[in-house]
Protein backbone atom coordinates (compact mmCIF):
# COMPACT_ATOMS: atom_id res chain seq x y z
CA UNK A 1 0.00 0.00 0.00
CA UNK A 2 1.13 3.58 -0.76
CA UNK A 3 0.21 7.15 0.20
CA UNK A 4 1.09 10.05 -1.96
CA UNK A 5 3.28 7.39 -4.15
CA UNK A 6 5.11 6.81 -0.55
CA UNK A 7 5.23 3.10 0.38
CA UNK A 8 3.34 2.58 3.92
CA UNK A 9 4.68 1.34 6.59
CA UNK A 10 2.66 -1.38 7.67
CA UNK A 11 1.67 -3.03 11.73
CA UNK A 12 0.65 -6.18 12.62
CA UNK A 13 -1.17 -6.51 16.02
CA UNK A 14 -1.81 -10.11 17.33
CA UNK A 15 -4.03 -9.87 20.52
CA UNK A 16 -7.41 -11.95 21.23
CA UNK A 17 -8.68 -9.00 23.61
CA UNK A 18 -10.94 -7.15 19.86
CA UNK A 19 -11.19 -4.11 22.20
CA UNK A 20 -7.43 -3.35 22.21
CA UNK A 21 -6.91 -4.41 18.44
CA UNK A 22 -9.79 -2.09 17.48
CA UNK A 23 -8.29 0.86 19.54
CA UNK A 24 -4.70 0.47 18.13
CA UNK A 25 -6.15 -0.17 14.57
CA UNK A 26 -7.77 2.80 14.47
CA UNK A 27 -5.00 4.91 16.11
CA UNK A 28 -2.10 3.49 13.84
CA UNK A 29 -4.74 4.18 10.64
CA UNK A 30 -4.88 7.42 11.38
CA UNK A 31 -1.20 8.34 11.58
CA UNK A 32 -1.04 6.56 7.67
CA UNK A 33 0.48 3.02 8.48
CA UNK A 34 -1.41 -0.22 6.98
CA UNK A 35 -2.57 -2.40 10.05
CA UNK A 36 -3.66 -6.12 9.93
CA UNK A 37 -4.62 -7.39 13.40
CA UNK A 38 -5.15 -11.13 14.11
CA UNK A 39 -6.26 -12.48 17.51
CA UNK A 40 -4.11 -15.37 17.54
CA UNK A 41 -0.86 -16.04 17.24
CA UNK A 42 -1.59 -19.26 14.94
CA UNK A 43 -3.98 -16.75 12.76
CA UNK A 44 -0.72 -14.24 13.10
CA UNK A 45 1.91 -17.31 11.64
CA UNK A 46 -0.39 -18.43 9.24
CA UNK A 47 -0.10 -14.68 7.36
CA UNK A 48 3.88 -14.01 7.98
CA UNK A 49 4.73 -17.00 6.05
CA UNK A 50 3.86 -14.53 3.15
CA UNK A 51 4.72 -11.21 4.01
CA UNK A 52 6.41 -9.36 6.88
CA UNK A 53 5.53 -5.82 8.49
CA UNK A 54 7.51 -2.70 9.60
CA UNK A 55 6.49 -3.77 13.32
CA UNK A 56 4.67 -6.44 15.19
CA UNK A 57 2.77 -5.53 18.74
CA UNK A 58 2.05 -8.93 20.17
CA UNK A 59 -0.17 -9.62 23.55
CA UNK A 60 1.35 -11.30 26.29
CA UNK A 61 -1.54 -13.22 27.18
CA UNK A 62 -3.60 -15.12 24.64
CA UNK A 63 -5.21 -18.38 24.75
CA UNK A 64 -3.25 -21.35 22.94
CA UNK A 65 0.20 -19.98 21.69
CA UNK A 66 1.26 -17.25 24.22
CA UNK A 67 3.04 -13.63 23.47
CA UNK A 68 6.56 -15.30 24.86
CA UNK A 69 5.68 -18.24 22.67
CA UNK A 70 5.31 -16.44 19.96
CA UNK A 71 8.25 -14.22 20.39
CA UNK A 72 10.57 -17.30 20.47
CA UNK A 73 9.51 -18.81 17.42
CA UNK A 74 9.97 -15.68 15.54
CA UNK A 75 13.18 -14.87 17.21
CA UNK A 76 14.30 -18.54 15.88
CA UNK A 77 13.27 -17.52 13.07
CA UNK A 78 15.84 -14.44 12.90
CA UNK A 79 12.62 -12.13 12.18
CA UNK A 80 13.49 -8.48 11.11
CA UNK A 81 10.61 -6.57 11.96
CA UNK A 82 10.60 -5.04 15.55
CA UNK A 83 8.65 -6.73 17.97
CA UNK A 84 6.68 -4.84 20.70
CA UNK A 85 5.10 -7.20 23.87
CA UNK A 86 2.18 -5.70 25.14
CA UNK A 87 2.21 -6.11 28.70
CA UNK A 88 -0.23 -4.59 32.05
CA UNK A 89 1.64 -3.29 35.24
CA UNK A 90 1.97 -6.96 36.62
CA UNK A 91 3.33 -8.59 33.74
CA UNK A 92 6.78 -6.27 33.94
CA UNK A 93 8.78 -9.09 34.76
CA UNK A 94 7.81 -11.10 31.83
CA UNK A 95 8.28 -8.17 29.73
CA UNK A 96 12.05 -8.12 30.68
CA UNK A 97 12.18 -11.79 30.08
CA UNK A 98 11.07 -10.80 26.46
CA UNK A 99 13.38 -8.14 26.07
CA UNK A 100 16.01 -10.47 26.82
CA UNK A 101 14.74 -13.18 24.29
CA UNK A 102 14.84 -10.44 21.97
CA UNK A 103 11.24 -8.12 21.82
CA UNK A 104 12.58 -4.52 20.62
CA UNK A 105 10.76 -3.12 24.00
CA UNK A 106 7.37 -3.50 25.55
CA UNK A 107 4.26 -1.28 26.25
CA UNK A 108 2.29 -1.20 29.67
CA UNK A 109 -1.37 -0.97 29.46
CA UNK A 110 -3.06 1.55 29.38
CA UNK A 111 -1.12 3.17 27.13
CA UNK A 112 -1.01 6.94 25.82
CA UNK A 113 -1.72 6.95 21.99
CA UNK A 114 0.64 9.53 21.43
CA UNK A 115 3.51 7.46 22.66
CA UNK A 116 3.00 4.53 21.16
CA UNK A 117 2.77 5.79 18.17
CA UNK A 118 6.30 7.81 18.95
CA UNK A 119 7.86 4.91 19.84
CA UNK A 120 7.16 2.41 17.25
CA UNK A 121 8.15 4.90 14.51
CA UNK A 122 11.32 5.12 16.20
CA UNK A 123 11.34 1.28 16.25
CA UNK A 124 11.03 1.15 12.57
CA UNK A 125 13.51 3.81 12.02
CA UNK A 126 16.22 2.27 13.68
CA UNK A 127 15.69 -1.07 13.12
CA UNK A 128 18.34 -1.83 10.70
CA UNK A 129 20.58 -0.29 13.53
CA UNK A 130 18.96 -2.41 16.45
CA UNK A 131 19.80 -5.84 14.18
CA UNK A 132 23.48 -4.70 14.13
CA UNK A 133 23.15 -4.70 18.28
CA UNK A 134 21.74 -8.30 18.49
CA UNK A 135 24.74 -9.11 20.18
CA UNK A 136 24.05 -7.28 23.23
CA UNK A 137 20.43 -7.66 24.14
CA UNK A 138 19.53 -10.13 26.50
CA UNK A 139 22.99 -8.86 28.78
CA UNK A 140 23.17 -6.04 31.33
CA UNK A 141 25.16 -3.66 29.60
CA UNK A 142 28.86 -3.16 31.69
CA UNK A 143 28.49 0.93 31.56
CA UNK A 144 25.27 2.62 31.01
CA UNK A 145 24.78 6.98 30.95
CA UNK A 146 23.99 7.74 34.57
CA UNK A 147 25.41 4.64 36.08
CA UNK A 148 27.72 6.89 38.48
CA UNK A 149 25.25 8.25 40.03
CA UNK A 150 23.25 5.27 41.37
CA UNK A 151 24.26 4.11 45.33
CA UNK A 152 25.64 0.40 45.58
CA UNK A 153 22.21 0.07 46.88
CA UNK A 154 20.29 1.63 43.63
CA UNK A 155 22.53 -0.76 41.71
CA UNK A 156 21.59 -3.85 43.55
CA UNK A 157 17.80 -3.18 43.08
CA UNK A 158 18.47 -2.20 39.74
CA UNK A 159 19.88 -5.50 39.30
CA UNK A 160 16.66 -7.25 40.88
CA UNK A 161 14.44 -5.27 38.44
CA UNK A 162 16.13 -6.24 35.02
CA UNK A 163 16.40 -9.67 36.50
CA UNK A 164 12.73 -9.85 36.52
CA UNK A 165 12.26 -9.89 40.25
CA UNK A 166 8.96 -8.49 41.41
CA UNK A 167 8.82 -5.67 44.38
CA UNK A 168 8.74 -8.52 46.53
CA UNK A 169 10.89 -11.08 45.67
CA UNK A 170 13.60 -8.19 45.61
CA UNK A 171 12.74 -7.00 48.90
CA UNK A 172 13.07 -10.99 50.43
CA UNK A 173 16.31 -10.99 48.10
CA UNK A 174 17.72 -7.93 49.38
CA UNK A 175 16.49 -7.92 53.39
CA UNK A 176 14.19 -4.54 52.78
CA UNK A 177 10.35 -4.33 52.66
CA UNK A 178 8.64 -3.86 48.36
CA UNK A 179 7.82 -0.32 49.47
CA UNK A 180 11.18 0.31 50.06
CA UNK A 181 12.04 -1.31 46.43
CA UNK A 182 9.48 1.07 44.97
CA UNK A 183 11.34 3.85 46.49
CA UNK A 184 14.42 2.93 45.55
CA UNK A 185 13.20 2.50 41.60
CA UNK A 186 11.67 5.44 41.92
CA UNK A 187 14.72 7.32 42.38
CA UNK A 188 16.78 5.11 39.69
CA UNK A 189 13.95 6.40 37.14
CA UNK A 190 14.60 9.92 37.81
CA UNK A 191 18.62 9.81 38.20
CA UNK A 192 18.36 8.03 34.44
CA UNK A 193 15.61 9.99 33.45
CA UNK A 194 13.57 7.16 32.71
CA UNK A 195 10.27 7.78 31.71
CA UNK A 196 8.67 4.32 32.55
CA UNK A 197 9.46 0.54 33.06
CA UNK A 198 10.56 0.07 29.76
CA UNK A 199 12.88 2.81 29.38
CA UNK A 200 14.94 1.70 32.81
CA UNK A 201 14.55 -1.91 30.95
CA UNK A 202 16.28 -0.30 27.72
CA UNK A 203 19.01 1.16 29.56
CA UNK A 204 20.67 -1.53 31.54
CA UNK A 205 20.27 -4.29 28.64
CA UNK A 206 21.40 -1.85 26.44
CA UNK A 207 23.32 1.23 27.63
CA UNK A 208 21.43 3.55 25.15
CA UNK A 209 20.10 6.54 27.85
CA UNK A 210 20.69 10.06 27.48
CA UNK A 211 20.59 11.77 30.76
CA UNK A 212 19.51 15.01 31.03
Same mark, same amino acid.
Given at each position: ?49 TSEPACVLV????? @??? @? ?26 ? &? ?44 ? &? ?33 GISPRTIEV ?29
Open positions: MSINGKKTDSIYIVDDDPAVRDALSVVFELEGFDVAAYDSADSFLEKVRDVHMP @GKS @GIDLLKMLIAQNYAAPIFIISGQADIPM &AVSAIKLGAHDFIEKPFDADTVVERIRSAINSSGKDRQNDAVKGTV &AAEFAGKHLLTPRELEVLGQITGGASNKEAGRQLHRARIMEKLNARNAADLVRIVLTGEVEVG
